[in-house]
């Protein structure tokens, strides 16, 4: 699908605040509220956007957090996919070129929690190889 300039402001402006009234968001792009209302429309349907919570990881005590790269070993990606899917604390998951297979991002109540999950719950799921973690020390950014 392509994007034109107004819908790029569009979403530029929900990105900032998803709960914008479409009044504003209309006012701020120089069009009317239904012209907004039918973008956002289309712009949902087509999976171009889509409109969430985004939640603080810190404020709900998920104070540990962790970039973490997996090796998998044999053929299986789907099946570790779908076990680390599963996992609350498994924010992010992405197929990657590179050294590792995997790129997860992963928020935890505690160091203590984090070692658990790479020691025990990452290696006990089959084909799961070597891990490699970045212990994220503060988050200056996250847009989406």
């Not at 699908?1 to 929900?14: F, G, P, S, Y």
């Not at 680390?84 to 590179?98: E, F, H, K, P, S």
């Not at 050294?99 to 089959?126: K, N």
Request: hydrophobic share 45%; glycine share 6%.
């Amino acid at each position: 699908m392509e994007l034109d300039d107004l819908d790029k402001a569009i979403i530029a402006i929900l990105r900032e605040d998803g709960k914008t009234p479409y009044t504003t968001v209309a006012a701020k792009v120089g069009v009317a509220e239904a012209t907004v209302r039918k973008r956002v429309n289309r712009l949902l349907e087509a999976g171009v956007l889509r409109i969430t919570a985004a939640v603080n990881p810190e404020k709900i005590g998920l104070t540990t957090q962790a970039i973490v790269g997996v090796k998998v070993e044999g053929e299986d990606v789907e099946s570790i996919i779908e076990r680390l899917d599963a996992m609350d604390n498994v924010r992010y998951i992405g197929v990657c070129t590179g050294d590792y297979d995997l790129m997860l991002h992963v928020a935890m109540p505690s160091s203590e929690e984090l070692f658990h999950f790479l020691t025990r719950t990452l290696r006990e799921i089959p084909g799961v190889g070597q891990s490699h973690t970045s212990l994220i020390m503060k988050v200056f950014k996250e847009a989406w």
